[in-house]
T-cell receptor, first 112, second 113 residues
Framework: DQQVKQNSPSLSVQEGRISILNCDYTNSMFDYFLWYKKYPAEGPTFLISISSIKDKNEDGRFTVFLNKSAKHLSLHIVPSQPGDSAVYFCAASDLATDKLIFGTGTRLQVFP | DVKVTQSSRYLVKRTGEKVFLECVQDMDHENMFWYRQDPGLGLRLIYFSYDVKMKEKGDIPEGYSVSREKKERFSLILESASTNQTSMYLC????????????FGEGSRLTVL
């Protein structure tokens, strides 16, 4: 049973426009939600996180929104740049177990 | 600069061989993890460890074992490699505080022939 889902395997966006990546979860006990970015042949790198008690967190071009009633979060990238082209993983943290549960990833391609 | 180092970036092994994947972190983190990444399946947790000598099974432990003799080192062992273990293996560590953020190594791409 997949507790964290990313239903869009890929997304293509023009440079300068907004990229919106979506993630759904099933467990209301998650404490934090995190986004990771991964380039080919490299390990994932942390991008941004949000506590379950907040509904928005912003860091430069990246904003994460959390809708607890819908068990949904999204990552907004504005403006999108070609260097943002990567696979983005949504993850949920259960601090009681210190484990991160990852979604299946969304491949973002930003074209000129 | 914090770092998680995986000993081998690329390995090619034959079916039935024993495989060791080594991981070292320099952040004095308590927790260490091994994931594998496969297309369409995301990152799946194989094993993790909260302390030296301790290990816990993740979601897909079959065919794997681990060793944590020192705090900074966490090894993944494939006792008898099989072709379905061809994958990207990712080691990570965390302090167990804050958001639960994991710091990942660069990954080890294993091909089993």
């Amino acid at each position: 049973d997949q507790q964290v889902k990313q239903n869009s395997p890929s997304l293509s966006v023009q440079e300068g426009r907004i990229s919106i990546l979506n993630c759904d979860y099933t467990n209301s006990m998650f404490d934090y939600f995190l986004w990771y970015k991964k380039y080919p042949a490299e390990g994932p790198t942390f991008l941004i996180s949000i506590s379950s008690i907040k509904d928005k967190n912003e860091d430069g071009r990246f904003t994460v929104f959390l809708n607890k009633s819908a068990k949904h979060l999204s990552l907004h990238i504005v403006p999108s740049q070609p260097g943002d082209s990567a696979v983005y993983f949504c993850a949920a943290s259960d601090l009681a177990t210190d484990k991160l549960i990852f979604g299946t990833g969304t491949r973002l391609q930003v074209f000129p | 600069d914090v770092k998680v180092t995986q000993s081998s970036r690329y390995l090619v092994k034959r079916t039935g061989e024993k495989v060791f994947l080594e991981c070292v972190q320099d952040m004095d983190h308590e927790n260490m993890f091994w994931y594998r990444q496969d297309p369409g399946l995301g990152l799946r947790l194989i094993y993790f460890s909260y302390d030296v000598k301790m290990k816990e099974k993740g979601d897909i432990p079959e065919g794997y074992s681990v060793s944590r003799e020192k705090k900074e080192r966490f090894s993944l062992i494939l006792e008898s490699a099989s072709t379905n273990q061809t994958s990207m293996y990712l080691c990570a560590s965390s302090s167990g505080q804050g958001s639960g953020e994991l710091f990942f190594g660069e990954g080890s791409r294993l091909t089993v022939l």
